[in-house]
């Protein structure tokens, strides 16, 4: 399959990547910038270098999107899974009363309209493909019943990307394709932190399971855990 990975240089999106690249399959790795930390990609990239080709993507800069888009369409006559797994999270102590909306704007900007983006712009390659997945990378922050009282901007964004991920599911599994928004667990990352009890990789292999659709998930839930397993909206 050919995937595309969103923030493929570290945490998450480089475990896809890795996990990716080991079953066989072609990976387009979206890096945001080349002042981004490199290293292992780079160093896996040399690993697999049919299978990985790095593509410079940010994804919060239409601009971006639209040339890496079009970079693809040159060297690919198709994508067959598009994994959106760049996010930041920002204001993590904030309480309302220091809550930032630059930070609101640019987690907004990152975290659900990157996704959008990134979905709107490369669906002409994806159209192509065979066996279509969508992945969006959530959280159990966005979830109502889970809600708690802080990480506004980031369980806000992530509540809507499951609203968005709701809309394409309604609109595309007619059509074969699996729309899932995925919550990978809390797991050791920048992101998540060293005491963080889940290990990156392992949810990597989940996510790569369930595009290789090694796992069955029922046709009316959108939002679900690595394992498949629904999460509660
Ligand atoms: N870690 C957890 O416990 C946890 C829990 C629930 C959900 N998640 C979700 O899992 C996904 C992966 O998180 P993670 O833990 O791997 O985070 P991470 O370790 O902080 O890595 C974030 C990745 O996103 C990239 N990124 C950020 N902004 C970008 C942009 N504008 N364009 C392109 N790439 C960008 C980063 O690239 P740079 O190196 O350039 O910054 C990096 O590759 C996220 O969607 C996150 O919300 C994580």
């Given amino acids: 399959m050919n995937i595309l990975v969103t923030g493929a240089n570290r945490g998450l999106g480089l475990e896809l990547t890795t996990e990716a690249a080991a079953r066989g399959h072609r990976i387009l790795a979206g890096i945001r910038s080349l002042e981004s ?4 990609i780079i160093e896996l990239q040399q690993r697999y270098p049919n299978q990985i080709i790095i593509v410079p ?12 888009a079009s970079e693809v369409a040159q060297r690919e006559t198709h994508i ?8 930041i999270l920002l204001g993590r102590e904030q309480k309302l009363d220091d809550l930032s909306f630059e930070d609101m704007d640019s987690s907004f900007r ?7 983006m990134v979905i709107k712009h490369f669906f002409p390659l994806l159209k192509k493909g065979t066996k279509q997945s969508i992945i969006n990378i959530s959280s159990e922050a966005g979830s109502f019943s889970n809600a708690y009282g802080g990480d506004y901007a980031y369980a806000l964004t992530k509540s809507a990307l499951n609203m968005f991920s709701a809309q394409l599911h309604k609109q595309y599994t007619p059509q074969g394709y699996q729309v899932f928004a995925v919550h990978p667990g809390w797991i050791r990352t920048d992101m998540g932190g060293d005491k963080a009890p889940g290990d990156a990789s392992v949810s990597a292999k989940g996510i790569i399971d369930l595009i290789e659709r090694k796992v069955q998930v029922n046709d009316d839930v959108t939002f679900i855990d690595f394992r498949g397993q ?3 909206i």
């Fill in 37 to 40: 930390s490199k290293e292992k």
């Fill in 57 to 68: 993507l940010d994804t919060s800069e239409e601009h971006s999107v639209t040339y890496a």
């Fill in 80 to 87: 067959d899974v598009i994994i959106n797994s760049a996010a």
């Fill in 230 to 232: 629904p999460m509660p």
């Fill in 110 to 116: 990152t975290n659900l309209y990157g996704p959008m």
